[in-house]
């Protein structure tokens, strides 16, 4: 086993992604990004939220619902604080949180533009046998894996392919099915018995 480099790489997305919808004075569908800025309206004791996305054109808003009539006695403090300072970490794990968008959203275009952190797990042995690599993705990017190794190992994905029937590369748990699915946390890479960059491991 101590031939193994073992690492993670946590990918995250370095674009938000848009809904697409129909703009009121363009008159037709646009994207819209994320203002950064919330919106709060609150009534007695209740509060909606909102995140503020605006037309990339004519700046037109559409307001991305967060709380909808939400008590607020049983809101973390923390979180309605965040909200009325516009929090810009807090609208940014918002703006990133592509499912929640798709549930308000029809048409959401996706980014495939991503940072890469890699980390070595255990210590870099001298002569290594094999790469393990573990996706670690917060955020879903919406990049194909097989696009992902490409651009990380400096592999053609012709290369990847051949691998991949050698057996030489392996992806766990779902197979090869997931070379061209988008990354998913929790997928693990395994590259044996060829050359490994160290560049693989660490940044
Ligand atoms: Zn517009």
Redesign the pocket.
């Given at each position: 086993m101590s031939d193994i480099l073992w690492a993670r790489w946590t990918i995250v997305p370095t674009a938000a992604p848009e809904p697409q919808l129909h703009?009121r004075?363009?008159g037709t569908v646009?994207n819209f990004a994320s203002s950064g800025k919330f919106r709060l309206n609150s009534n007695g004791k209740k509060l909606d939220a909102w995140l503020i996305y605006k037309?990339v054109?004519?700046s037109?808003t559409w307001n991305r619902p967060l709380l909808e009539r939400h008590p607020v006695g049983v809101l973390d403090p923390a979180f309605l604080d965040a909200l009325q300072r516009n929090d810009l970490d807090l609208a940014d794990r918002i703006a990133f949180d592509v499912a929640g968008l798709r549930r308000r959203a029809q048409r959401v275009e996706e980014f495939g533009g991503v940072r890469v952190t890699k980390t070595a797990l255990a210590p870099l042995p001298a002569n290594p046998g094999a790469i393990v690599i573990e996706l670690s993705v917060p955020a879903a990017p919406g990049l194909r894996l097989d696009r992902l190794l490409a651009q990380e190992t400096g592999f053609a994905r012709s290369r990847i392919r051949a691998l991949l029937k050698e057996g030489a590369l392996r992806v766990e748990p779902e197979g090869v099915r997931a070379m061209r699915k988008p990354v998913r946390d929790g997928t693990r890479v395994v590259i044996s018995g060829v050359w490994i960059d160290r560049s693989c491991i660490a940044d």
């Open positions: 703009c004075h363009c646009r037309c054109v004519c037109d």
